[in-house]
């Protein structure tokens, strides 16, 4: 009997252990694909593997006056909303400024439809680890274009 709670404690430590691996690389592939896609304005990232937590997010960047901040994990599907809403609880608080907040995860966690409400400077890295291919909803280039479409429309003064 005591064998099988040792066995299941080493079980517990290991698939901790798995799901930091897989968090850290939603980061590693995550990071890279913004750089290599410059979604947003910054050359570089500043991020945190494991369970480090010397800066107080995962992923920092900052440049020409703009910041980012942002939360990532890798998760399954049936606890996705739990961890999204404790990203988003950090990620709103008061203290956390920036002109861009970001929740970073896995793409098996959501359909590929995924599409959720945001606040305006919020925004959701789906990374796919195994192509290293990810997407942003929602995405800031045409949140870009779209500005620009509104104010190109707007009436001139004369």
């Known amino acids: 009997m005591h064998q099988a709670r ?7 430590v290991d698939a901790e252990a798995a799901n930091r691996i897989m968090s850290d ?3 590693l ?12 304005p910054f050359d570089s990232y500043t991020v945190e593997y494991g369970n480090e937590n010397r800066n107080g997010f995962d992923i920092r960047a900052a440049a020409s006056g703009s910041t980012l901040i942002g939360e ?8 996705f909303q739990n961890k999204k809403n404790a990203m988003l609880k950090k990620l709103r608080d008061p203290a956390a400024t920036a002109d861009f907040k ?3 995860f896995n793409h098996d966690a ?17 990374v796919n680890i195994g192509t290293g291919v990810a997407r ?6 045409l949140d870009v274009v779209a500005h620009q479409s509104s104010v190109a429309r707007l009436p001139s003064a004369g």
């Open 25 to 27: 690389l939603v980061i």
């Open 136 to 141: 942003v909803v929602p995405d800031p280039a």
């Open 6 to 12: 040792d066995t299941l404690s080493r079980t517990n």
């Open 29 to 40: 592939h995550g990071v890279r694909w913004l750089l290599n896609h410059d979604v947003f």
């Open 102 to 104: 970001v929740i970073m």
């Open 72 to 79: 990532a994990f890798n998760v399954a599907q049936s606890f």
């Open 110 to 126: 959501v359909r590929s439809n995924y599409a959720p409400k945001s606040q305006a400077e919020e925004f959701f890295v789906v």
